[in-house]
Nanobody, 115 residues
Framework: QVQLVESGGGLVQPGGSLRLSCAASGSTFSIRAMGWYRQAPGKQRELVAGTISGGHADYADSVKGRFTISRDNAKNTVYLQMNSLKPEDTAVYLC?????????WGLGTQVTVSS
């Protein structure tokens, strides 16, 4: 079992920045991929950014050049640095990690971009 705790969400003005963190605990030795999804009201959950062991990262086209995912394996933590935020980035951001056989979700953290 893996437990996830997210932090770092909040209210920010357009053009601002936030950094999300997701700390994993439990059977962290089995984690292979870590990433962030988001879900806005009335929309489907979408992948924002993900990284696998070894460092390769993927990003949604809508956030490329603005968001950066990073991973501290020693701390079992994945981060999402979000710059140049736009109102359309408003959503609940959920951390996701997976092993070879199962995935785990965090509870989510709200990000609201508004003036």
């Amino acid at each position: 079992q893996v437990q996830l705790v997210e932090s770092g969400g909040g209210l920010v003005q357009p053009g601002g920045s936030l950094r999300l963190s997701c700390a994993a605990s439990g059977s962290t030795f089995s984690i292979r991929a870590m990433g962030w999804y988001r879900q806005a009201p009335g929309k489907q959950r979408e992948l924002v950014a993900g990284t696998i062991s070894g460092g390769h990262a993927d990003y949604a086209d809508s956030v490329k050049g603005r968001f950066t995912i990073s991973r501290d394996n020693a701390k079992n933590t994945v981060y999402l640095q979000m710059n140049s935020l736009k109102p359309e980035d408003t959503a609940v951001y959920l951390c996701y990690v997976s092993t070879d056989s199962v995935g785990y979700w965090g509870l989510g953290t709200q990000v609201t971009v508004s003036s």
